[in-house]
T-cell receptor, first 115, second 114 residues
């Protein structure tokens, strides 16, 4: 198992464009999480899935943000009409249900720069 | 509401010196506590965790942390720091046995002098 994979690693986009990020979790993990991290801050929760069901969404996740996990495996995070304030590192993590004993496994993140 | 405070934004220590990074949490029930480390441009790596039992927990890379309920603290320690420990360290709290979301502190940047 190669851990949690995120693609792309870096994305530069013009303001107003749409972007989509992909996360491939550890295969046996049924939970998948998205976080956003800005410079000098800790990760902020965006949303998480258990299998294909989206169980919780943060108020940070505005209408321009949407996340999917259609088959309970990989997930995508889409940002529509990007704004400069969306520039951040977007982190994905996965875990097994009730895997507090294992915490999360994080991917290396996708760094988004909106110009 | 849950929250985590890491009062030290930046700490500098000499290689070989001892280290303690502070973490205070706010949570009404028994917390699930974590320390993660992040190198520049990378994701987060789990150092150690506490759920129950022995309040002194051992982690990877020679780190340990002590849970003190009376002080709502979960401080990270290492007896002798190596230059490779220079990174950003995040404390996090989760709720319940099914975990779900984590709440992170803002992090402490560790610089190690040779």
């Amino acid at each position: 198992d190669t851990g949690v994979s995120q693609d792309p690693r870096h994305k530069i986009t013009k303001r107003g464009q749409n972007v989509t990020f992909r996360c491939d979790p550890i295969s046996e993990h049924n939970r998948l999480y998205w976080y956003r991290q800005t410079l000098g801050q800790g990760p902020e929760f965006l949303t998480y899935f258990q299998n294909e069901a989206q169980l919780e969404k943060s108020r940070l996740l505005s209408d321009r943000f949407s996340a999917e996990r259609p088959k309970g495996s990989f997930s995508t995070l889409e940002i529509q009409r990007t704004e400069q304030g969306d520039s951040a590192m977007y982190l994905c993590a996965s875990s097994s249900l009730g895997a507090g004993g294992h915490g999360y496994t994080f991917g290396s993140g996708t760094r988004l720069t909106v110009v | 509401a849950q929250s985590v405070t890491q009062p030290d934004i930046h700490i500098t220590v000499s290689e070989g010196a001892s280290l303690e990074l502070r973490c205070n949490y706010s949570y009404g029930a028994t917390p699930y506590l974590f320390w993660y480390v992040q190198s520049p441009g990378q994701g987060l790596q789990l150092l150690l965790k506490y759920f129950s039992g022995d309040t002194l927990v051992q982690g990877i890379k020679g780190f340990e942390a002590e849970f003190k309920r009376s002080q709502s603290s979960f401080n990270l320690r290492k007896p002798s720091v190596h230059w490779s420990d220079a990174a950003e360290y995040f404390c996090a709290v989760g709720r319940g046995s099914t975990l779900g979301r984590l709440y992170f502190g803002r992090g402490t940047q560790l610089t190690v002098w040779p």
